[in-house]
């Protein structure tokens, strides 16, 4: 008999919990950084259809040998596909062109909030008072980083077209977390990962064709390829299997919480790569958030 890691080693999966964000907080690498150089919309396509190149290779089989289970999910991947990589993948980068990083902060941290309401209301998961009570700890750091210790900076807020991207990429997140769980699935956790990855590039053809005719032209050189493999392998790759593997382990609401560790990670990111200087509201408002974290994984 086969033994899960959460029979093997009950801490396994709560250190995947913090290990994961790592990853997917590489994507604020590529949003500061790659959009300079490649068009939002382009960048996400790129990006998804690259890792459709590189996974595909290595479970084409399994997916042809299942072409009834392929019909019979379509829909489904379709949907994960999109809301996964299509929204999730373009929204973010449409919205730093037109709002703050400060909005954008905010406003993602309310995709756990939406998971845990869809998962009471469709899975029916039982949600104690330590985890609202992590929530709550979890939503006050990432603000102390935010608003960098001063909260009178939260009223100030100025709110744009932008945050209205943000607000959908928060939803499209949710949406894919819940369904990603509650959906079940005959193909293999990477098979189904490369077929979400084709959809997800599909649904964002139409407007990279629109965005290259209209609005902004990629240049196809070395920097493109660079920011390109980089958005493909860690926040995408690496970081979207992790946080399947850790769906898996603990459900939906408490994996939401990563997004709370993917705004710490973001900011120490921004002080190792952008040179951003690390203060006492960084050490203050990762604090929190490691303890939100703790109480989240508390059974009472």
Same mark, same amino acid.
């Given at each position: 008999m086969k033994l899960s890691l959460q029979t093997k080693n009950k801490l !396994?999966?709560? =250190?995947?919990?913090?290990?994961?964000?790592?990853?997917?907080? #590489?994507?604020?690498? +590529?949003?500061?950084?790659?959009?300079?150089?490649?068009?939002?919309?382009?960048?996400?396509?790129?990006?998804?259809?690259?890792?459709?190149i590189i996974l595909f290779p290595f479970f084409y089989n399994e997916i042809l040998k299942n072409k009834k289970e392929f019909n019979k999910e379509f829909f489904k991947l379709f949907f994960l596909g999109s809301m996964g990589c299509g929204v999730c993948g373009a929204f973010?980068?449409? !919205?730093?062109? =037109?709002?703050?990083?400060?909005?954008?902060?905010?406003?993602? #941290?309310?995709?756990? +909030?939406?998971?845990?309401?869809?998962?009471?209301l469709f899975l029916r998961e039982k949600i104690n008072f330590l985890r609202i009570l992590g929530l709550l700890i979890c939503i006050t750091g990432v603000f102390t980083i935010i608003s960098k210790g001063n909260f009178d900076f939260l009223i100030d807020l100025n709110f744009t077209i932008g945050d209205l991207w943000v607000l959908g990429a928060a939803l499209g997140w949710a949406l894919y977390s819940i369904y990603l769980l509650n959906w079940k699935s005959k193909f293999s956790l990477m098979a189904r990962f490369t077929l979400i990855a084709m959809f997800g590039f599909i649904s964002l053809l139409p407007f990279f064709i629109l965005e290259n005719v209209y609005f902004a032209k990629t240049n196809y050189n070395q920097t493109f390829l660079f920011w390109v493999i980089f958005a493909a392998i860690s926040p995408s790759i690496i970081a979207f299997s992790l946080y399947t593997k850790l769906q898996r382990y603990v459900g939906a609401s408490l994996a939401g919480f990563s997004l709370y560790l993917f705004a710490v990670y973001g900011s120490i990111f921004g002080i190792i790569i952008f040179k951003e200087p690390l203060l006492n509201f960084h050490y203050l408002g990762g604090l929190l958030v490691f303890t939100g974290v703790y109480f989240a994984r508390k059974k009472i």
């Open positions: !396994a999966p709560y =250190t995947l919990l913090f290990i994961q964000p790592i990853f997917m907080a #590489t994507n604020t690498i +590529v949003a500061r950084g790659g959009v300079e150089a490649v068009p939002p919309i382009s960048l996400a396509f790129w990006r998804w259809f690259s890792v459709f973010p980068n449409l !919205a730093g062109m =037109t709002t703050t990083m400060a909005n954008i902060g905010i406003i993602y #941290t309310s995709s756990p +909030v939406i998971i845990i309401f869809l998962s009471i």
